[in-house]
């Protein structure tokens, strides 16, 4: 299974979008699936639901982190870079503006993943893009 594919199962199953990227390369790097999933979770929807930068983005950022380690001298460039090109592809890295026109749902349930869910939101696509950048940029 690629990269992308296990991102967007992931996400399909009810994780949220940082998970699902996280997730789908932190066994790469000696982290396993529950640890990860917990490491990511606060992350989602923008930080914790809060639409600020998109949880793909912050789930690369952690990426990152496994594959370069606590040296912010080494880790900041590539998140640098990585914002750079999925902003150059989706024009911006902020959730409410990737996600504008779709209402904004308070507390922490999640909401029910259904047909309508997935719909009327472009967060799948958001994580499979993040995790094609990811795979670009670590070789």
Same mark, same amino acid.
């Given at each position: 299974?690629?990269?992308?594919?296990?991102?967007?199962?992931?996400?399909?199953?009810?994780?949220?979008?940082?998970?699902?990227? *996280?997730?789908?390369?932190?066994?790469?790097?000696?982290?396993? !699936?529950?640890?990860?999933?917990?490491? !990511?979770?606060?992350?989602? @929807?923008? %930080?914790?639901?809060?639409?600020?930068?998109?949880?793909?983005?912050? @789930?690369?950022?952690?990426? *990152? @982190?496994?594959?370069? @380690?606590?040296?912010?001298?080494?880790?900041?460039?590539?998140?640098?870079?990585?914002?750079?090109?999925?902003?150059?592809?989706?024009?911006?890295?902020?959730?409410?503006?990737?996600?504008?026109? %779709?209402?904004?749902?308070?507390?922490? !349930? +999640?909401?029910?993943?259904? !047909?309508?869910?997935?719909?009327?939101? +472009?967060?799948?696509?958001?994580?499979?893009?993040?995790?094609?950048?990811?795979?670009?940029?670590?070789?």
């Amino acid at each position: 299974m690629t990269h992308v594919e296990k991102a967007e199962a992931l996400f399909l199953s009810g994780m949220n979008c940082s998970q699902a990227v *996280f997730g789908a390369f932190a066994e790469d790097f000696g982290m396993d !699936a529950s640890t990860a999933a917990k490491v !990511a979770c606060g992350l989602g @929807g923008g %930080v914790g639901r809060l639409r600020e930068v998109c949880g793909t983005v912050t @789930g690369a950022s952690l990426v *990152f @982190g496994l594959k370069y @380690g606590a040296d912010k001298a080494v880790v900041y460039p590539h998140v640098q870079d990585f914002c750079a090109r999925f902003k150059a592809e989706c024009g911006s890295i902020v959730c409410r503006e990737l996600l504008a026109g %779709v209402p904004a749902t308070t507390g922490g !349930a +999640p909401e029910a993943r259904t !047909a309508e869910y997935y719909k009327k939101r +472009p967060c799948v696509e958001l994580v499979k893009l993040s995790v094609r950048l990811l795979d670009e940029m670590l070789g």
